[in-house]
T-cell receptor
Framework: QKEVEQNSGPLSVPEGAIASLNCTYSDRGSQSFFWYRQYSGKSPELIMF????GDKEDGRFTAQLNKASQYVSLLIRDSQPSDSATYLC???????????FGSGTQLTVLP | DAGITQSPRHKVTETGTPVTLRCHQT?????MYWYRQDPGHGLRLIHYSYGVKDTDKGEVSDGYSVSRSKTEDFLLTLESATSSQTSVYFCATAGGQETQYFGPGTRLLVL
């Protein structure tokens, strides 16, 4: 069974710092990963997806995928208090593109 | 926002009673999913659908059933609610891409 593991945190960083969130996975066949952000009491929203090895940048967010080491990470540069949320990584698979989620990492950005 | 609504948004029920949660989407997405979210477990897939009347079990399907008679509606039924089914339930949809979009969630308390 596919497993996706996240360092559960919680993680606290000062405003303006880089927040690093990590995820490891068990299925070597996994081809892509999604990062969702979930504010307290709200539903998850997609912030990044990555399909290939290396880095993908979108504004202050950078997703990194290393298939050889089976990990994926999300870097948030110039962290803001509004980035405080739980971040979930997920890997799709199966006939209906089901997602397997990690347990999430709670990030707090301190002003 | 993929035009996903869930009803009810909050429900309190008693052990042993049947409960039906509704997910409605306006995006004509083929795939629909039901997840539950509990502290320390992230999001876990209950059931999913890959078309009208085509459904299958997810990771935590025991005690749940689903139906999809129209593209836009996906119903989740707890046949006989138990306290262990107290949770937040999220519906999600996906179209041609793998990206899943989430509804606002339903908070269910089983007493």
């Amino acid at each position: 069974q596919k497993e996706v593991e996240q360092n559960s945190g919680p993680l606290s960083v000062p405003e303006g710092a880089i927040a690093s969130l990590n995820c490891t996975y068990s299925d070597r066949g996994s081809q892509s990963f999604f990062w969702y952000r979930q504010y307290s009491g709200k539903s998850p929203e997609l912030i990044m997806f990555i399909y290939s090895n290396g880095d993908k940048e979108d504004g202050r967010f950078t997703a990194q995928l290393n298939k050889a080491s089976q990990y994926v990470s999300l870097l948030i540069r110039d962290s803001q208090p509004s980035d405080s949320a739980t971040y979930l990584c997920a890997s799709p698979g199966g006939s209906a593109r089901q997602l397997t989620f990690g347990s999430g990492t709670q990030l707090t950005v301190l002003p | 926002d993929a035009g996903i609504t869930q009803s009810p948004r909050h429900k309190v029920t008693e052990t042993g009673t049947p409960v039906t949660l509704r997910c409605h989407q306006t995006e004509n997405h083929r795939y629909m999913y039901w997840y539950r979210q509990d502290p320390g477990h992230g999001l876990r897939l209950i059931h999913y659908s890959y078309g009208v009347k085509d459904t299958d079990k997810g990771e935590v399907s025991d005690g749940y059933s689903v139906s999809r008679s129209k593209t836009e509606d996906f119903l989740l039924t707890l046949e006989s609610a138990t306290s262990s089914q107290t949770s937040v339930y999220f519906c999600a949809t996906a179209g041609g891409q793998e990206t899943q979009y989430f509804g606002p969630g339903t908070r269910l308390l089983v007493l």
